[in-house]
């Protein structure tokens, strides 16, 4: 009840101390697949393409070898896992606060559109899961069923990530447009 409390209660300024979060997480997160593409010859990031087949992943399996995958393992995989924490918090109260400003009786209308980033985030916890069990199995035994489950949370974590986003740059659009209509009528 507490967090119900709180998502409605949210101020603009709790929204800018999330979105440098949300940057901050965003740039460690690229600077992770970053270092794993160094660290493994030039080797992909699966978290980055709209799903995969299972012959780019074991073909990336294998270009990533030993080293690029214990980075992908130990170091991306749990700056991936944070970051979707983030983006789903960040999401969450940006899309309350604006929905509060733009949207009248947002709480019995509209309320369940929070949960979308909260779904994204939890597609994106169960791929790095079957992402971690693929990077410590052996590249010549990729499971296609494993493959193909992760394809399927991988697409859905997409839709739901940019459907929060274009949701929370059309409120914002909402927004300026109540902004300006009510300062050109104090005019």
């Not at 074991?58 to 983030?86: E, K, Q, S």
């Not at 992402?131 to 990729?142: D, G, K, N, R």
């Amino acid at each position: 009840m507490r967090i119900i409390r709180s998502v409605q209660a949210t101020r603009f300024r709790h929204i800018g101390v999330l979105l440098v979060l949300f940057l901050l997480g965003m740039m460690a997160m690229r600077f992770a697949a970053s270092y794993v593409s160094s660290v493994a010859s030039g080797a992909g990031i699966f978290d980055l393409n709209f799903g995969n087949d299972g012959i780019y992943v074991h073909d990336n399996l294998l270009a990533l070898g030993d080293a690029g995958r214990n980075v992908y393992l130990y170091a991306f995989l749990p700056i991936d896992t944070i970051y979707a924490a983030i983006y789903a918090v960040f999401y969450v109260y940006t899309l309350a606060f604006f929905l509060r400003c733009t949207v009248p009786n947002w709480w019995n209308h509209t309320r369940w559109l929070v949960l979308l980033p909260v779904l994204g985030a939890i597609c994106d916890w169960l791929e790095n899961m079957c992402f971690a069990f693929m990077l410590i199995q052996p590249s010549t035994s990729v499971n296609l069923l494993l493959v193909t489950s992760t394809s399927l949370l991988t697409k859905a974590k997409f839709v739901l990530v940019y459907l929060s986003l274009s949701i929370v740059l059309g409120l914002v659009l909402g927004w300026l447009v109540c902004c300006a209509r009510v300062k050109r009528r104090q005019e």
